[in-house]
C-alpha cells in the first residue's frame, strides 16, 4: 500500500473528471519541509509558527524566526507558504507567563488577540516575513479573527512595520497577500464584511467545531460532541464557501478535517478547491481525490445536508469512501 500511495507523489491531486485540487501542507517546523516536496504538496497552506517559540526556551528574535521562513520558502521553491502569525495562548502555551491565569484560556487572551496587546512579539514576527518574502511566495495569515477591528489592525501594523523597514533600507516586500483565518463562528456570520479586506481566507475546522459546539477541543470528558462533521458546523463552512465564491475570494480548509479522506470529498462536494493537511496525509487524500468526480462529490454534499447528527454524516462518508476510493 506504500509502494502504491508514494507513486501518487508526483502526480497532481486532479478529480476523474479533471478538477484540479489544490493539496497543500501544514507544518509546525522547517525541516518537514523536506517531507512536503518527496510527497508533491503544491506549498505550505499553514505554517503554525508558534512551534518555533516554544521549542526554544528563549523568545525567538527577529533573526531566529526571519532564519526560520527563509528556510521553508527557500525551500519551496517557488510553491506558496502561508505563514500563520504566532496563536499563542490556550492549547500552545508559551514560556512567556500570562499575567494572570485565565478560567477560560480558548475564550481568553490568545492567538491575534494576544499579539495584538503585546507588539513586542509581534512585530518582530511580522518584520522577518516581510523581509523573508523577498525569498519566494510568502503570505501571512492572521488566526482567530473574531472583529472586523482585530484584522484592521493585525493590517496596518503590518503596514507600519513595511514602512519601517523601508526607512531603514532593509530588503523586504510589503506587497505580500494576507489572508485571515475563519474559526470562529461570529468571522463566518460577518464574513461579507471581512472578505473585501482580505485576499485569501482558510477555515480552521478544529477551531470552528470547537466555538460553534461549545466543546473544548481539548476535554476529553467532551470528547464524544467535538465532531467537525456536526451538521451545524457544516452550514458554517458551507455559508464561508458561498461567500468565498461571490467574491472570488480563494478559500482552503486547513483544519485536520480536511486530513481524513470521506470528509476531504464532502469539503470539495461543498465546492473548496484548496485543503491544506499534515503531511502524512498528503498522499492518503491525494488518493481519494482521483479516486472520485466533483458531481460524485455534489452527491455526497447534498445527502449529508439533509442529516441531522454527526455521526450520520461520517457512517455516511465511511459507506461512500469504501464505494468509491
Ligand atoms: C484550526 O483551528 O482548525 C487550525 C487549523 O488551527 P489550530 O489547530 O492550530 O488551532
Ligand atoms: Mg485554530
Given at each position: ?11 497532481p ?8 485540487i ?21 506549498g ?72 495584538l ?22 503570505r ?39 489572508g ?5 463562528p ?20 478544529n ?15 467532551v ?6 462533521s ?28 480536511s ?16 485543503l ?10 491525494k ?18 445536508m ?6 450520520d454524516?461520517d ?11
Open positions: 500500500l506504500t509502494a502504491r500511495l508514494s507513486e501518487l507523489a508526483n502526480i491531486a486532479e478529480t476523474i473528471d479533471g478538477v484540479r489544490q493539496l497543500s501542507a501544514n507544518i509546525e517546523f522547517p525541516d518537514e519541509t523536506a517531507t512536503c516536496l518527496q510527497r508533491g504538496a503544491d505550505i497552506g499553514l505554517y503554525r509558527t508558534e512551534f518555533l517559540y516554544l521549542a526554544s526556551s528563549e523568545e525567538p528574535s527577529e533573526e531566529d524566526h526571519y532564519e526560520a521562513y527563509s528556510r521553508v520558502v527557500r525551500e519551496m521553491e517557488g510553491r506558496p507558504v502561508v505563514i500563520r502569525t504566532l496563536d499563542l495562548g490556550a492549547d500552545k502555551m508559551g514560556h512567556r507567563p500570562l499575567a494572570e491565569q485565565e478560567h477560560n484560556p480558548f475564550l481568553g487572551l490568545r492567538s491575534i488577540r494576544l499579539s496587546r503585546n507588539l513586542d512579539l509581534f512585530r518582530p514576527q511580522l518584520r522577518a516575513i516581510l523581509r523573508a518574502a523577498v525569498h519566494g511566495d510568502i501571512v495569515m492572521f488566526p482567530l479573527i473574531t472583529t472586523i477591528g482585530e484584522l484592521r489592525q493585525a493590517r496596518m501594523l503590518l503596514n507600519v512595520v513595511a514602512q519601517d523597514l523601508e526607512e531603514s533600507g532593509i530588503p523586504h516586500r510589503s506587497d505580500i497577500p494576507v485571515m483565518m475563519v474559526e470562529v461570529a468571522a463566518v456570520v460577518m464574513l461579507d464584511r471581512f472578505i473585501g479586506e482580505v485576499d485569501f481566507l482558510s477555515i480552521g475546522t477551531d470552528l467545531a470547537q466555538y460553534t459546539l461549545a466543546v473544548d477541543r481539548s476535554n476529553e470528558y470528547a464524544d460532541l467535538y465532531q467537525s456536526d451538521p451545524a458546523v457544516l452550514r458554517l463552512i458551507r455559508q464561508s464557501v458561498e461567500i468565498s465564491d461571490q467574491h472570488q475570494t480563494p478559500i482552503s480548509v486547513c483544519g485536520e478535517m486530513s481524513n479522506p470521506g470528509r476531504a470529498l464532502l469539503l470539495i462536494g461543498l465546492g473548496v478547491r484548496h491544506s493537511v499534515p503531511p502524512s496525509a498528503l498522499l492518503r487524500v488518493k481519494a481525490i482521483r479516486s472520485v468526480s466533483i458531481e460524485q462529490c455534489q452527491a455526497i454534499a447534498a445527502r449529508v439533509s442529516l441531522e447528527a454527526a455521526r454524516v457512517l455516511y462518508l465511511l459507506d461512500r469512501l469504501s464505494e468509491l476510493v
